[in-house]
C-alpha cells in the first residue's frame, strides 16, 4: 500500500492555493480545504504553503552515459539527479558506448531505468548505425522494443547528409516518431571550439558560425515539410534559427523547437577565461540570441526547454579548452535557471512553465497518454506526477553536492532562484525536504 | 605584473616600462662580459608544446644572460594528443620550484590555463598559445618600432620614456591564424600607433570589425594611401591555401596581391621599415629584394628579441619585489 500525501496549501501552476491529495498513484481530490478526518492511516501531510506545484518536468534529452561511461554517470546517479532537479520522466540520449542503435541497447537503458525507479527513463533512438550518419538504424526494431522508442536522434552529431535525413523522416511516420536533430553542418564546423564572432576573434579559438546551425535547420524544415513529417530541432541556440522555426511553423510545418537552460543565460562572453566548463555544443552565443531564445520560448516559437544535461570527467573539463570535451550538466538547475529568466522577468507564468517542460516535451515524445502518461494537467484522476517548487528560495550551486556524478556544472558558485522541495513519480516521493528519498529503488 | 599572458593587459604605461627596461638589457648587450648576475639562483622553465626553436633559444638566451638557472621542457603534443595532462605537467614543474615557466602552446588560452588553475605559483610568459596572443614578439616588434622611428638618435636606448604616437604601421597577411597580428593590434595601439590589418578576406577572422584597427584587402591602396612607416609581413603557411577548404587560391595570386615585392618596396616612405617575425616564406610574402633590403630590420628584430625577453623575465621575478 503506497503512502497517501495531503500537500496543504499548495498552488497549482502558481495560482490559488488548495489542498492536494495523493493516493494510490493519482490525484484523488483538490479542494480548498481537505479535512485529514476520513483519511487513510499514515496520510503524510506536507504543509506547502507558498510552494508551486506543476506537473512533474519531463526531459527530452538527457545524457545519461550508461551503458559505457559509467564513471561520469550512471542511469541510477543521473536519474537521482533528475529527480532532484524535479523531472519525472527523461529522454536517455542515444550517444552512449555501445550506441543506442538496437532494441537490445534500448530496452537495456530503459529497463536500467526502471530499476533506479527515480523517474521514468525513455530511451532515444539512434538514427543511424553507430551515429556513423551512413546507414539507419533499425528505427523499427527499437519503436517496437519493450522501450517503445518514438525519439530518434543522433545528437552530438548532425544527420548530415540530406537523403539519410530524409529516409529517416519518413521512416519513423510509421510509428509516430520523430526525429530530433542536432542541427550543425559539419564542414562549417570542422575544429570549431565556440560561438564565431567578436569574442572568437579575440581569444583566437576556432569559430563554430550560427550558419552551421541555422543552414542545417533550414534544410530540415523544408524536408519535414516536403516529406510530410514531424521534426524536432534540438538544443537550438541562434536568433537566426528562432526566425527559422517561426517561418516554418507559420508554413503549417509539423517543427517543434527545443532551447538549453545554458542558451537562456550564458554568452560567450564566458569564453574569455578559457575555463571549459563553459565549452557546449552548440556554443554559448550572444546576448543578442540570448534574447532572441527567451523571446521565442515566451512566444511559443520554441517549444520546450530541455537541459542537454551532459556530465564529463574531470580530467576532460580540467584542461586545454581545446582538448577539453564539449556539455555541461543541467538537470539540478534547469527549473531555477527557466525561474529567474523567464518567471522572474515576467516573460512567463508557471503555467507556461508547465507547458515548456512537461507537457510540450511529454507530447512531442509521446508519451503522454497510456499507463505511464506523463506531461499531464494538475486534475483529479490524473497520475500524481508532481513537482513542488518553493521560488522563493535563493541558493548557491556547488557541484560537489548536487546529485549527478560529475561536476561540470556552469552555474557554480551562482545563485540561483527556486528550490525543488518535493517530487511524485505516480504518487510515490521521489524528493521529499528537497533531498532523493533513497529507498526509491528498493522500494520500486 | 605577475603573468605576462596577452598584450591586452598592458597600459601605455607597462608597456613603456617593458620598453624602457629593454632598452637598458639591449645596453649591457653590447659589453664584452654580457651576463648579469641578476637572477642568479631562480630557475626559468621553458615549456613547449610546440616546436619553435627560435622562440625557445631567444628565451633560453634572455634568461642565460640574467643568470637564471634554464629547463627546456619540450612536450610536443604531449596534451592533446592524450600523454601527460597540462595539470600533471604543471604540478610537476610546481614541485621542481620553478620561478617562471615560459609556454608555448598550440592551444589558445594554455598559458592562461596555467596561471590561473592554481596549479602553479611561477610566473607565466605567454609564449605563443594558438591562435591568440604572442606578447614578448610585439614587444620587440614595438621595441624595433621605437628604435629606428621614434625619438630621431638611433641607439639602445632610443626613444626612452616614448611611445608609438603619430605611427602607422600595416600589418599584412595570415591575421586569422596569427597570435603575432593580435599582439600587435592591441599593443601598438594602446602605444598610440595606427594600425591597419591587410589581408584577403578569407584570412580576416569574423569579429574583426570590434579590433582597434582598420582592415583592408588592397596591400597597394594602403601603401598608396596609408604610407605606412613599417610593413609587418606575416608568415603564411603554405598548408592553408590547399583544398577546398584553401584560404586563397594558389601561392602566386597570394604573392601578386600581398606579397612585399620589389615594386611595393619602392613605394614605401623613405624612412619606412620592413618587418617580419620570421620564419620568412621567401618568394611567398616576402621577395628576397625585400627580405634583404636595407629597410629590412628582420634580423635585429630577433636581436630585440632577447633584450626584451630579458626585460620580461626580470620584470615579472624580480620588479615585484
Known amino acids: ?444 | 605584473m605577475k603573468h605576462l599572458l596577452s598584450t591586452a593587459d598592458l597600459s601605455r604605461a607597462d608597456a613603456v616600462h617593458v620598453l624602457d627596461t629593454a632598452a637598458e638589457m639591449a645596453a649591457t648587450q653590447s659589453r664584452e662580459i654580457k651576463k648579469l648576475p641578476t637572477l642568479r639562483g631562480r630557475t626559468v622553465v621553458n615549456l613547449f608544446f610546440e616546436d619553435s626553436t627560435r622562440t625557445r633559444i631567444s628565451f633560453e638566451t634572455a634568461a642565460k644572460r640574467l643568470s637564471a638557472d634554464v629547463i627546456n621542457f619540450s612536450a610536443k603534443g604531449s596534451s592533446v594528443s592524450k600523454g601527460e595532462s597540462l595539470k600533471d605537467t604543471a604540478l610537476t614543474l610546481q614541485a621542481m620550484g620553478a620561478d617562471a615557466v615560459v609556454c608555448r602552446h598550440q592551444a589558445s588560452g594554455a598559458p592562461h590555463l596555467l596561471a590561473h588553475a592554481g596549479w602553479l605559483d611561477a610566473a607565466v610568459v605567454n609564449a605563443g598559445d594558438g591562435t591568440h596572443q604572442h606578447p614578448t614578439q610585439a614587444l620587440l616588434d614595438a621595441f624595433t618600432l621605437r628604435r629606428h622611428l621614434v625619438g630621431g638618435a638611433q641607439g639602445p636606448t632610443a626613444g626612452s620614456g616614448s611611445d608609438l604616437a603619430g605611427l602607422h604601421v600595416a600589418v599584412v597577411g595570415d591575421v586569422l591564424h596569427s597570435r603575432v597580428a593580435r599582439s600587435n593590434v592591441s599593443l601598438l595601439t594602446t602605444l598610440g600607433a595606427r594600425v591597419t590589418l591587410v589581408a584577403p578576406p578569407t584570412l580576416v577572422p569574423v569579429g574583426v570589425e570590434a579590433w582597434p584597427c582598420d582592415v583592408s584587402y588592397d596591400f597597394d591602396g594602403t601603401l598608396a594611401d596609408g604610407k605606412p612607416d613599417a610593413v609587418m609581413m606575416l608568415r603564411v603557411q603554405r598548408e592553408r591555401m590547399s583544398g577546398g577548404g584553401g584560404f586563397f587560391p594558389s601561392p602566386l595570386e597570394y604573392s601578386r596581391a600581398y606579397g612585399l615585392d620589389a615594386r611595393r618596396l619602392a613605394t614605401l616612405p623613405d624612412h619606412a621599415i620592413v618587418m617580419h617575425p620570421g620564419p620568412m616564406n621567401r618568394g611567398l610574402e616576402i621577395s628576397a629584394d625585400a627580405a634583404d633590403s636595407p629597410r629590412a630590420v628582420i634580423v635585429e628584430q630577433v636581436a630585440n628579441g632577447v633584450a626584451v625577453r630579458m626585460a620580461v623575465l626580470y620584470l615579472l621575478l624580480e620588479g615585484n619585489r
Not at chain 1, 516536403?226 to 507559420?250: F, I, N, Q
Not at chain 1, 543541467?330 to 527549473?335: D, N, Q, R, S
Open chain 1, 1 to 444: 500500500m503506497s503512502t497517501t500525501y495531503l500537500l496543504r496549501g499548495v498552488r497549482p501552476l502558481g495560482g490559488d492555493p488548495a489542498d492536494l491529495l495523493l493516493q494510490d498513484g493519482a490525484i484523488r481530490r483538490i479542494e480548498d480545504t481537505i479535512d485529514t478526518d476520513g483519511l487513510p492511516e499514515g496520510t503524510v501531510v506536507i504543509e506547502a504553503d507558498g510552494l508551486v506545484a506543476l506537473p512533474g518536468l519531463v526531459d527530452l534529452h538527457t545524457h545519461l552515459r550508461e551503458p559505457g561511461r559509467e564513471d561520469t554517470e550512471t542511469i541510477a546517479s543521473g536519474t537521482r539527479a533528475a529527480a532532484a532537479g524535479g523531472f519525472t520522466a527523461v529522454h536517455a540520449m542515444a550517444n552512449t558506448t555501445p550506441v543506442a542503435d538496437t532494441a537490445g541497447v534500448v530496452e537495456q537503458v530503459w529497463r536500467l531505468g526502471r530499476d533506479a525507479g527515480w523517474v521514468d527513463v525513455h530511451p532515444v533512438g539512434a538514427v543511424s548505425v553507430g551515429l556513423a550518419g551512413e546507414q539507419l538504424a533499425e528505427l523499427g526494431a527499437m519503436a517496437h522494443s519493450a522501450a517503445r522508442v518514438r525519439v530518434f536522434s543522433d545528437d552530438g552529431k548532425c544527420v548530415w547528409d540530406p537523403v539519410l535525413m530524409r529516409r529517416a523522416l519518413e521512416y519513423v511516420k510509421a510509428f509516430d516518431g520523430v526525429v530530433a536533430q542536432h542541427a550543425q553542418e559539419p564542414r562549417l564546423t570542422e575544429g570549431a571550439q565556440m560561438n564565431e564572432g567578436v569574442v572568437s576573434a579575440e581569444v583566437g579559438l576556432q569559430g563554430w558560425p550560427a550558419v552551421a546551425e541555422e543552414a542545417i535547420i533550414a534544410r530540415d524544415v523544408l524536408l519535414a515539410e516536403h516529406v510530410g513529417s514531424r521534426l524536432h530541432v534540438c538544443h537550438l541556440s541562434t536568433a537566426g534559427s528562432v526566425e527559422l522555426v517561426r517561418w516554418a511553423k507559420g508554413r503549417g510545418i509539423d517543427v517543434t523547437a527545443e532551447v538549453t537552460p545554458h542558451h537562456l543565460i550564458l554568452t560567450d562572453e564566458l569564453a574569455r577565461g578559457y575555463d571549459p566548463r563553459f565549452k557546449v555544443n552548440p556554443p554559448l552565443r550572444t546576448q543578442a540570441d540570448v534574447d532572441a531564445v527567451r523571446e521565442g520560448l515566451a512566444d511559443g516559437t520554441i517549444d520546450i526547454v530541455a537541459t542537454d544535461h551532459a556530465p564529463h570527467a574531470r580530467e576532460d573539463k580540467d584542461c586545454e579548452w581545446a582538448a577539453a570535451a564539449f556539455g555541461m550538466t543541467g538537470l539540478e538547475t534547469a527549473l531555477s535557471v527557466v525561474q529567474q529568466t523567464m518567471v522572474d522577468t515576467g516573460r512567463m507564468t508557471w503555467a507556461d512553465v508547465a507547458r515548456v517542460m512537461s507537457t510540450n516535451p511529454a507530447r512531442i515524445g509521446r508519451i503522454d497518454t497510456g499507463e505511464h502518461a506523463q506531461g499531464r494537467p494538475l486534475e483529479v484522476g490524473e497520475p500524481a506526477n508532481l513537482v513542488l517548487v518553493d521560488p522563493a528560495a535563493v541558493r548557491t550551486v556547488d557541484g560537489a553536492q548536487q546529485q549527478t556524478a560529475s561536476v561540470n556544472t556552469p552555474f557554480a558558485g551562482h545563485e540561483l532562484p527556486g528550490r525543488v522541495v518535493a517530487t511524485f513519480l505516480r504518487g510515490r516521493a521521489t524528493v521529499l525536504d528537497g533531498a532523493p528519498v533513497e529507498t526509491v529503488g528498493a522500494a520500486r
